[in-house]
């Protein structure tokens, strides 16, 4: 089956050193994957932080970027310079462009930015 | 406000037991699911909705039942809960296809006893 598979947490980081969080997944079932990061920041619902719909691109928000690489199945999410305000969990998803019927995720980074 | 609702924040309750949640989208969307977070944080798709329509029903116990009264409601009956089932219930919406966001709600926590 489908699956996503990204950098265990808790990860902790001090303010302004760059981040890199792992994503990698395997889409068996589906032919034209979409990516997508979502985050959940403490006492607030999870949200869309970003997403690419076609392979070999980037996406960006918040100064967090993600590139879509079919080659290596990989969309690592970067920033490279963090804030306290970052501080949150981060899922990695994958979606199916002919369907949208779900959303497969990982297991979630804790992410813990100090100051 | 334009967002997801969910009603209850938080439900205890007995091994046994029937429960409800209530899931209102006020977007305009046309899908709706319902996902399962438990103690590890992983979280699954149980089922997908698209114009009142049943879409995804993914390997999830008989006692789960989804009720769609129109596209803007999604709710989950659980005829008798099991402790296996204490867990955070996401309901989300979207337009239907593969490019859009999906939308959550605050989630429902369930505590089985």
């Known amino acids: 089956g489908d699956s996503v598979t990204q950098t265990e947490g808790p990860v902790t980081v001090s303010e302004s050193e760059s981040l890199i969080i792992n994503c990698t997944y395997s889409a068996t079932s589906i032919a034209y994957p979409n990516l997508f990061w979502y985050v959940r920041y403490p006492g607030e619902g999870l949200q869309l932080l970003l997403k690419v719909i076609t392979a070999g691109q980037k996406g960006s928000s918040r100064g967090f970027e993600a590139t879509y690489n079919k080659e290596t199945t990989s969309f690592h999410l970067q920033k490279a310079s963090v804030q306290e305000s970052d501080s949150a969990v981060y899922y990695c998803a994958l979606g199916d462009r002919g369907s949208n019927a779900k959303l497969t995720f990982g297991k979630g980074t804790k992410l813990s930015v100090k100051s | 406000e334009t967002a997801v609702f969910q009603t209850p924040n938080y439900h205890v309750t007995q091994v046994g037991n029937e429960v409800s949640f209530n899931c209102k989208q006020t977007?305009?969307?046309?899908?709706m699911y319902w996902y399962k977070q438990d103690s590890k944080k992983l979280l699954k798709i149980m089922f997908s909705y698209n114009n009142k329509q049943l879409i995804v029903n993914e390997t999830v116990p008989r006692r789960f039942s989804p009720q769609s009264s129109d596209k803007a409601h999604l709710n989950l009956r659980i005829k008798s809960v099991e402790p296996e089932d204490s867990a955070v219930y996401l309901c989300a919406s979207s337009y239907w296809g593969g490019a859009y966001e999906q939308y959550f709600g605050p989630g429902t926590r369930l505590t089985v006893l």
């Open positions: 977007l305009g969307h046309d899908t």
